[in-house]
């Protein structure tokens, strides 16, 4: 078993959503990066007596046999793969009568944090597309001058990283102290505050490549201080795309932000199909030569090689977007799939959602 690429387990993906059981008799399990694979094994054996008070012959059987599969499977394991595992198990025989029992191990490429065990009719697909849609993440924060949270959103999942107090006393003066030495004392914590959320902020994000941006939250004053006093290292103050007023600096903040930043998220992604279908065009109108139109010519480029970024509109026929997927990752090309909502997507779909950018003349 090795470690399966996105497009490897999209393929996947694909397959198995076809299937569906004629009872509850297919077998999802979900065991997540650094967990005790043998501690899992010894639930699903738990599983397999409780499978045995089924009613259906058929059903139970099927269950058993398919949590069988699973448990073997995992006594060949001496560990958890780092990224986790995900199974799936069950008799996918479409005819009556008919066995055909199926096992799919998959180490996925990104760490898998859901833990699960379910049987049902369908398998439970939706973490790994979820892992799928993870293409970049952005930086989050959340503060006031009396606490912060940092936070990451990858794909869906927000993930609360660390959470921070400054010390700053209440507006309440001890032992009788002018309010001008009080505000000086505030003032100077606050500024140090201020220096230890932007160091944890350069140790978190500084050299994570996938960091396409930074969202900041917090009251009008605070969150506009940190970000244009220049405590941020340059090139994080640079990511940041959003500035959201909330009142929560904690992680119930962290996920008010995300919530009141969906335009801002989805602006960067209209923003970035938007320069890169106007690249398109550019080319496709003033360097022909360097820019293929419609399956065929695509397909063309993609066998000799000649593809630098292959387009494909998420309306395009499913099937043929595979093959082209494939193609392209065979010759190290980026794949670039966008939506029709824009203007600039609604116009590649009407062309036949299929493109390429090329790295040289074909």
């Known amino acids: 078993m090795t470690e399966m ?3 490897e387990i999209e393929e996947v993906l694909l397959e198995l959503e076809k299937y569906k ?3 509850t008799e ?3 399990v979900y065991i997540p990066a650094g967990y005790d694979v043998n501690y899992v094994q010894r639930q699903l054996e738990a599983e397999k007596s409780t499978a045995k008070n089924i009613k259906s012959t058929t059903t139970r059987n099927n269950v058993g046999d398919a949590l069988d599969k699973i448990v073997r499977h995992l006594k060949t394991l001496k560990q958890t793969p780092k990224n986790g595992l995900a199974l799936f198990s069950g008799n996918i025989s479409q005819t009556e009568g ?4 199926r096992l799919w191990a998959i180490e996925t490429p990104l760490p898998l944090k859901s833990r699960l065990y379910r049987c049902d009719k369908e398998f439970v697909l939706e973490p790994l597309r979820e892992m799928l849609e993870v293409t970049e993440i952005y930086g989050l924060l959340v503060m006031d ?4 949270a940092i936070g990451m959103l990858e794909g869906k999942r927000i993930e609360t990283l660390q ?3 400054s010390g700053i006393p209440s507006k309440v003066r001890a032992g009788g102290q002018s309010s001008q030495r009080f505000h000086r004392i505030t003032e100077g914590l606050t500024k140090e505050f201020y220096k230890r959320i932007a160091n944890e902020m350069k140790n978190i994000f500084f050299e994570n490549k996938k960091l396409k941006g930074i969202i900041v939250g917090g009251p009008i004053p605070t969150k506009d201080e940190f970000i244009d006093g220049q405590y941020m290292a340059t090139k994080l ?4 795309v959003g500035r959201v007023d909330i009142g929560g600096s904690d992680e119930s903040g962290l996920k008010e932000l995300v919530q009141k930043s969906q335009d801002i998220l989805a602006g960067q992604e209209i923003v970035h199909e938007k320069k890169l279908l106007e690249k398109f065009f550019d080319h496709l109108g003033r360097k022909p030569d360097l820019a293929a139109l ?3 010519k695509t397909r063309r480029a993609l066998k000799y090689g000649a593809v630098d970024t292959l387009i494909l509109s998420k309306d395009a026929d499913k099937t043929i977007v595979k093959e082209l997927k494939q193609m392209a990752e065979s010759t190290s090309s980026s794949v670039e799939i966008v939506s029709s909502e824009t203007e600039e997507g609604e116009q590649f779909k009407n062309l036949g959602g299929i493109g390429a950018i090329l790295r040289f003349k074909v």
């Not at 103050?237 to 940041?240: F, I, L, N």
């Open 163 to 165: 959470k921070m107090t």
């Open 145 to 148: 001058r009396k606490e912060a």
């Open 237 to 240: 103050r640079d990511k940041v």
């Open 5 to 7: 690429t996105k497009n």
């Open 26 to 28: 297919l077998i999802t």
């Open 21 to 23: 059981g004629r009872h």
């Open 98 to 101: 008919q066995d055909d029992l």
């Open 294 to 296: 419609k399956e065929e």
